[in-house]
C-alpha cells in the first residue's frame, strides 16, 4: 500500500509505476508553482495535463476493480482517512485547503486560517517568518481546482472536512461559540462575581476579537441577554460600576460591526438601558453610552429610533456638565442625530443652544460645538435662540481670536443666516467692521466658503447701513 494513502496496484505493476511517477511529478509542479512568484504559465499547463493523466489512471483502475464492490468499499475508506497530499494542505490548519491563497511571501494558505493570524496582529509570513510586505490575499486558482479534482477522484467531500462556520471576516470555531454561550450564560447568574467575571471577558473578546462581534450578529437573543443584569434596577446608581460599565463598552464594541447596527438598535431593551446609562451611570458607562448611541446613529431608521426614545436631553444634560471624557463622544452623537429635521427640533427644544453658546464663551470644545451650531442654523427656532442669547458678539470674537478656518467658516455660516433673520443684527456687524474689520479679512483670507460668506454679508452692509469697507 503507498504511503500517500493510495492503494498500488498490485495487479499491474505498470501501472503503480507510471501513478508513482505521475505523483512525484505532479509533486514537483506544484511545488515550483507555490514557491515561484513568477512561475510560468507552461509549468501550471503542464500541472493540469499531469493531473489529468492521474484522474484517468485512478478511473481506469476504478473501472478495472468494480466487479470486487467490497474491495471498492474498503479502497474508499482508506482514502477518505487516510492524509490529504501535502501539498494541499494548510500549513496553519493541517487540513485540506477549501479556499486556497497566496500571501506575499508567495506561500498557500486557506484563507480563514490566514485571514485568523493577520487578525491577530501578525504580519509575518507563518511558514518563512518572513515579514510581509502587504496582506492582500490572492486566490489560488490551480491549488483549488487540483484539490477539487482530487477530492472528486477520491469521493472526499470538501463541505464535511472544515469543522467551522466560514465567512469573509472570521474563522469561528465550536469552541468559541461554547465559550460565548458559557459568558452568556454566567451573566444570568445569581452571583454578581460571575457577571462581572463574563461581563469583564466579553468586553475584552468584543473590543480584540471581531468573531465575537460576529457572533452576536448571529445570535440576536444575546444582545438583550447581556443587559440584563443592569436592567434589573430604575437607576444605575445601585449596580456595581465595574459591571455597568462592562456590560454599555461591550454593547458599545457590538455596534462597531456595521451588521450589527440595525439589530442592536431595534433590539427592545437596548435604547431604553442606553437612555438609563446617560442619566445615572460612571463618567465612563454615560461616555460609553454616548458613543454607543452615536455610532448606532450611521444609520437614518436608527437617528429615528433614538431621537423619539428621549436621549438627546441626557446628551444634551452631559455635554452641559462638560466632563473631558464625554465631551467628543456626546458631541459626535448629538451632531449625528441633529442631522434629522425632527432631531433637531428636539434638540433645540431641549435647550440645546443654550448650552452651545456658554460652553464657547467658556473657549471649551470650540471647534466641535460650533460645527454642530452651523447645523442647527438651518433650524428658525435655533436661530432665534442665538438672536436672543446673543450669539453675535461671540461668534465675531470666535472670528478674531481663532486659528481654525473650519472654525471661521461656521461662525461667518450661521452669522449670515441671523442677519437674514434679525436686520437688526447688521449694527453690531457694521461696529465690528469699523472696529477690527473681522468679516473683510475673512472675506480676503478665508476659506472658499467662508469667503464667500463673508462677502454676503458685507454686500448686504453696503446696501443696508452704507458702510464703505469693501472686499
Not at 274 to 303: Q, W, Y
Not at 319 to 331: I, N, Q, R, S, Y
Request: glycine share 2%; aromatic share 4%; hydrophobic share 35%.
Amino acid at each position: 500500500m503507498a504511503k500517500s494513502g493510495v492503494v498500488a496496484v498490485d495487479s499491474d505493476p505498470a501501472a503503480a509505476t507510471k501513478l508513482l511517477e505521475l505523483k512525484k511529478e505532479l509533486k514537483r509542479l506544484v511545488n515550483s508553482i507555490v514557491d515561484d512568484d513568477d512561475c510560468r504559465i507552461q509549468t501550471i499547463d503542464q500541472a493540469r495535463e499531469v493531473l489529468s493523466s492521474l484522474k484517468d489512471l485512478k478511473l481506469r483502475k476504478k473501472s478495472s476493480s468494480s466487479s470486487s464492490p467490497s474491495s471498492q468499499s474498503s479502497d474508499l475508506k482508506l482514502n477518505r482517512n487516510s492524509g490529504f497530499p501535502e501539498e494541499f494542505k494548510c500549513p496553519l490548519s493541517k487540513e485540506l485547503m477549501r479556499d486556497p491563497v497566496i500571501v506575499a511571501s508567495g506561500k498557500t494558505y486557506d484563507r480563514p486560517f490566514i485571514q485568523k493570524w493577520l487578525k491577530d496582529g501578525n504580519r509575518t509570513c507563518p511558514e518563512t517568518q518572513q515579514v510581509l510586505s502587504h496582506t492582500v490575499l490572492t486566490p489560488n486558482h490551480l491549488i483549488r481546482e487540483m484539490i477539487e479534482q482530487w477530492s472528486k477522484s477520491h469521493g472526499v467531500e470538501l463541505s464535511n472536512q472544515l469543522h467551522y462556520i466560514y465567512n469573509e471576516e472570521d474563522v469561528i470555531t465550536n469552541a468559541d461559540c461554547d465559550h460565548f454561550h458559557s459568558l452568556i450564560e454566567k451573566l444570568s447568574s445569581s452571583s454578581l462575581s460571575e457577571q462581572k467575571t463574563a461581563a469583564k471577558q466579553l468586553r475584552l473578546l468584543t473590543k480584540k476579537t471581531p468573531l465575537y462581534r460576529t457572533l452576536f450578529g448571529k445570535t440576536p437573543q444575546a444582545i438583550a441577554e447581556i443587559l440584563k443584569p443592569i436592567s434589573v434596577s430604575e437607576s444605575f446608581n445601585n449596580i456595581h460600576p465595574d459591571l455597568q460599565e462592562d456590560v454599555i463598552t461591550t454593547l458599545l464594541n457590538i455596534s462597531i460591526h456595521d451588521n450589527n447596527k440595525k439589530l442592536v438598535a431595534e433590539t427592545p431593551s437596548v435604547i431604553p438601558v442606553l437612555v438609563k446609562a446617560l442619566k445615572s451611570g460612571t463618567i465612563e458607562t454615560r461616555s460609553n453610552s454616548a458613543a454607543t448611541l452615536f455610532t448606532l446613529s450611521a444609520l437614518d431608521s436608527n437617528k429615528e429610533l433614538i431621537g423619539e426614545s428621549g436621549a438627546l436631553k441626557p446628551l444634551i444634560d452631559l455635554l452641559e456638565e462638560g466632563h473631558p471624557l464625554a465631551m467628543k463622544d456626546v458631541a459626535s452623537a448629538i451632531f449625528t442625530l441633529c442631522v434629522v429635521l425632527e432631531n433637531k427640533a428636539r434638540a433645540v427644544r431641549e435647550g440645546l443652544v443654550s448650552v452651545i453658546l456658554k460652553k464657547i464663551s467658556s473657549r471649551v470644545w470650540v471647534d466641535e460645538l460650533l460645527t454642530i451650531l452651523a447645523l442647527l442654523s438651518s433650524h428658525q427656532k435655533a436661530v432665534q435662540d442665538m438672536v436672543d442669547l446673543g450669539a453675535v458678539p461671540n461668534l465675531l470674537s470666535i472670528m478674531r481670536e481663532s486659528k481654525c478656518e473650519r472654525s471661521k467658516e461656521n461662525c461667518i455660516a450661521v452669522l449670515q443666516t441671523i442677519c437674514q433673520y434679525d436686520r437688526a443684527k447688521l449694527k453690531e456687524i457694521k461696529e465690528e467692521e469699523i472696529s477690527f474689520r473681522t468679516i473683510t479679512d475673512l472675506a480676503l483670507n478665508g476659506t472658499s466658503r467662508a469667503k464667500r460668506k463673508a462677502s454676503g454679508i458685507l454686500e448686504r452692509l453696503n446696501r443696508v447701513v452704507n458702510i464703505t469697507h469693501t472686499a
